[in-house]
């Protein structure tokens, strides 16, 4: 809709969760989480509300706000979310529906439950947090180096 809040354009509808959508970087499409097609699956759908596609073997999770670690990457090609009951950081490719588990397990020692992710606009590079899950209330940030797949800390 526009800031006034005229042209109004409904997108999803049914008796189906959608929740958590980000814009593509050109604006043209939404990806969001959606359980349409069996439990929840990353989905992009057109501005117009058409094209709806579920990526299979997504399996992304909630974070305990009950928001999703989505975030498409800086030239809309992929999409970034976190998996497999928050061990995993894959990503999707956008034409193809190619997963790719970017990182599987601890991102350093005790701190192997990730929740929220977002794809650097300016290095390419993915920023999460994560837990430990003996004491949830114990989270920090990391960098994942998505050239040489290394993990560095970036608060303690």
Not at 118 to 125: E, F, L, Y
Request: charged share 20%.
């Amino acid at each position: 809709m526009a800031l006034d809040g005229a042209k109004l354009v409904r997108l999803t509808d049914g008796p189906f969760t959608h929740r958590s959508p980000r814009w593509s970087p050109d604006g043209r499409r939404i990806v969001f989480l959606s359980d349409r097609v069996g439990p929840l699956h990353v989905c992009v759908i057109n501005r117009d509300g058409s094209g709806f596609r579920p990526y299979e073997q997504t399996n992304p999770v909630l974070g305990s706000g009950g928001e999703a670690a989505i975030d498409w990457s800086p030239d809309g090609k992929q999409i970034a979310f976190i998996g497999n009951d928050h061990r995993e950081i894959c990503v999707v490719d956008t034409t193809t529906g190619d997963i790719q588990t970017l990182l599987n397990g601890a991102a350093a020692e005790d701190y192997s439950h990730h929740n929220g992710l977002c794809w650097s606009r300016a290095d390419g590079d993915i920023l999460f947090n994560s837990q430990s899950p003996a004491d949830a209330g114990i989270q920090d940030v990391f960098r994942l180096d998505l050239d040489s797949g290394d993990v560095s800390q970036i608060t303690f």
